[in-house]
């Protein structure tokens, strides 16, 4: 049997309302054994209701979530077989820190010589084992997180779930957190569910992440694919950043579409570029990297589909270390940014500001958006 | 020989100041010199309590009292008031303020509000009422009830006006509460019962000591109520004071009352030594 083949968390169209207010609507995603699964979004777009909803802190409205297929509905949260880290941490702080971790099992009965060999083994996987009689007002707020963790390891989840696990550390630490963050999971190997607001978080640590907005699950993919082909103009301008023209009007001809946009003019695209699905007006993108600068776009088009070119203004550069984000002042009106590479921003950086510019990118590097892929 | 120049005063460096100094200084003798001449007054030789003339160390006035039983009488009888009523106000106010901490029910601002109702009413109107809803219920004790039965009235009476001190000192003190911590909690594994007793319990404790302390030192000198509830022969050591008084000031009356000041602050102390052993600080 391959156990990755059975979900260890399957939620089937779990809807939550809050009055009148929906604050989960229709969510069905399975969460694989052994993966580090994102539920990224704005804050207020419900990821961490469906975290407590699958903690059992809260219940869905409708639908059900089913743990190592067991359905969960009606049990409480001290009886399923997942623990949580909080964004407070709620560690105790009338308890030890080996007290803390112990806790859990000590409302299990484990026999006392189990649960010290279990308490020195957690500790000593988030390396707190020299701090296991300190209370924890005398730990710093990356100790007191990792004594979170041990505290919900010890007890040997199917799952861990994290709720902004890392938005109250400083930055410095946030990084290193990650990083080690990753390594212990694939150490205790379970499943990590991970709610986040910072996309770059979840780019780097998840191997799935789920886009939510206002309550719906917009995507959910891999980060690469999440960066490569988002569904909608949301997502894409949540993951990473990119440049966007809105297309005012539309008209078929043959097999092609030409769009209209304020900055770019008209554009021609094969008609099964298009988005398939969704709602509401189109929006063309290009990631910065995509675009290049110069005085001129190349006269042959590369590759099949063709260039697009915008002529325009040079604005600032922004230096970035090994490169430098371009900005570009179009004709009609807004700008574009482009990320060029050391040596072509030294180059740049000679011309004058508002000298003429081009910039240009491969018909195939630029998507075509619809406002929202899931609506009907 | 230039001195160092003294460095002007910070903006809380209130000790500094001379005039603050002697505001503080005034203060102190205005509170605590009463006091003090009182313990002091109870080793004066001297007949009279009242008398001003210092006549000689003696410990003579504290032998007496311990054996004056009437007065020893009164003593217990405030201590073991104290005790019980302290006892149930703290669990009484305990529960009525996780109640209005954690649930929301209708009315509750007008229960909220009759809480605390009894903190402001004056108390002999309170006294009055206490009486007048003892006699015309029955509710007087019989005198030949045993000890402590025979001071059930006083101890109703007191846990009425010392409770609300209670549930408000714990309701403060549930409001700093983390609710992640129960949930945390529950998470790993605890039923409800398991998160009062290891979880909000322990977060409660200070409240809970701050609290019965209040209760405590209320009901040990409280006279007005204890007066309209106390029958010929439950009579406890401020009204024993009291009636004592009446006749005549000795300095027997200083030295219980400079024992009874001992045990005031012993519990002070006891209280405070356990809040800083249970939450120690860096």
């Not at chain 1, 780019?203 to 980060?223: E, F, N, T, Y």
């Not at chain 2, 303020?97 to 809480?115: D, Y």
């Not at chain 2, 309701?171 to 398991?194: H, I, V």
């Not at chain 2, 009446?246 to 024992?259: C, G, H, K, L, Q």
Request: glycine share 6%.
């Amino acid at each position: 049997m391959n156990k990755s083949e059975s979900p260890i968390i399957s939620v089937k169209g779990v809807t939550k309302r809050f009055g009148s207010f929906t604050a989960l609507q229709d969510i069905s995603l399975d969460i694989r054994p052994g993966e580090i699964f994102a539920l990224l979004g704005p804050s207020g777009c419900g990821k961490s209701t469906l975290l407590r909803i699958i903690a059992g802190l809260e219940t869905a409205t409708e639908g059900s979530v089913a743990i190592d297929g067991q359905d969960m509905t009606g049990i409480p949260a001290n009886k399923r077989p997942v623990n949580m880290v909080f964004q407070s941490y709620a560690v105790f702080p009338h308890m030890s820190v080996a007290d803390n971790v112990a806790y859990g099992l000590k409302l299990e009965r484990r026999p006392a010589a189990e649960i010290r060999e279990k308490v020195a083994e957690a500790l000593a996987q988030v390396h707190l084992s020299d701090f296991a009689h300190r209370k924890p007002d005398q730990l710093s707020g990356g100790q007191r997180q990792r004594v979170a963790l041990a505290r919900a390891l010890v007890k040997r989840p199917k799952v861990l779930l994290l709720d902004e696990p890392l938005s109250a550390l400083d930055a410095k630490l946030r990084d290193a957190m990650r990083l080690e963050l990753v390594k212990l999971q694939e150490s205790v190997g379970v499943s990590f569910v991970i709610v986040t607001h910072d996309q770059s978080e979840a780019l780097a640590m998840a191997d799935r992440i789920a886009v939510l907005k206002d309550g719906v699950l917009r995507q959910l993919d891999s980060p690469a694919a999440l960066y490569k082909r988002p569904v909608d103009r949301f997502v894409a301008d949540f993951i990473g950043s990119i440049n966007m023209f809105a297309v005012s009007g539309q008209r078929a001809e043959g097999g092609q579409a030409r769009l209209e946009t304020a900055e770019l003019g008209a554009i021609a695209v094969p008609s099964d570029h298009l988005p398939a699905a969704g709602q509401g007006a189109l929006t063309l993108a290009v990631r910065p990297e995509r675009v290049k600068v110069g005085a001129e776009a190349p006269k042959e088009a590369q590759g099949e589909g063709g260039l697009v070119s915008v002529v325009g203004r040079l604005g600032d550069v922004a230096f970035q270390g090994n490169s430098s984000i371009v900005e570009v002042l179009l004709e009609g009106g807004g700008s574009l940014s482009a990320l060029v590479s050391e040596a072509e921003a030294d180059h740049l950086m000679q011309a004058e500001s508002g000298s003429p510019i081009t910039a240009w990118w491969a018909l195939d590097d630029m998507l075509i958006l619809p406002e929202n892929a899931t609506a009907a | 020989m230039a001195r160092e120049k003294r460095e002007p005063a910070g903006p809380f460096d209130y000790s500094r100041k001379l005039s603050l100094r002697l505001v503080f200084f005034l203060g102190s003798i205005f509170l605590y010199a009463p006091i003090v001449v009182l313990v002091i007054f109870s080793f004066n030789n001297s007949r009279r309590g009242g008398n001003v003339i210092w006549k000689g160390f003696t410990t003579k006035y504290y032998e007496k009292a311990f054996h004056n039983d009437a007065l020893m009488e009164a003593f217990i009888n405030s201590l073991a008031i104290a005790f019980i009523s302290t006892l149930i106000a703290v669990i009484l106010g305990a529960l009525t303020a996780v109640v209005l901490w954690r649930f929301r029910f209708p009315l509750k601002p007008v229960f909220e509000g009759m809480v605390s109702l009894p903190i402001v009413i004056p108390e002999i109107c309170m006294g009055v009422s206490l009486a007048v809803f003892f006699s015309s219920f029955g509710l007087y004790v019989p005198r030949d009830m045993p000890f402590p039965l025979n001071l059930t009235n006083i101890i109703i009476a007191h846990i009425t006006f010392s409770f609300p001190f209670a549930a408000m000192v714990i309701r403060t003190r549930l409001n700093s509460f983390n609710r992640e911590m129960e949930e945390a909690a529950k998470d790993l594994g605890a039923t409800e019962f398991q998160v009062f007793r290891d979880i909000l319990l322990p977060h409660m404790k200070p409240g809970l000591v701050a609290g019965a302390l209040l209760a405590f030192t209320l009901s040990l000198d409280d006279f007005v109520i204890t007066f309209f509830t106390s029958g010929p022969n439950t009579v406890t050591f401020p009204i024993k004071v009291y009636s004592m008084v009446r006749f005549s000031v000795t300095p027997e009356i200083n030295a219980a009352s400079t024992i009874l000041i001992l045990i005031t602050l012993l519990v002070t102390f006891l209280a405070m030594r356990f809040q800083s052993f249970e939450e120690p600080r860096q």
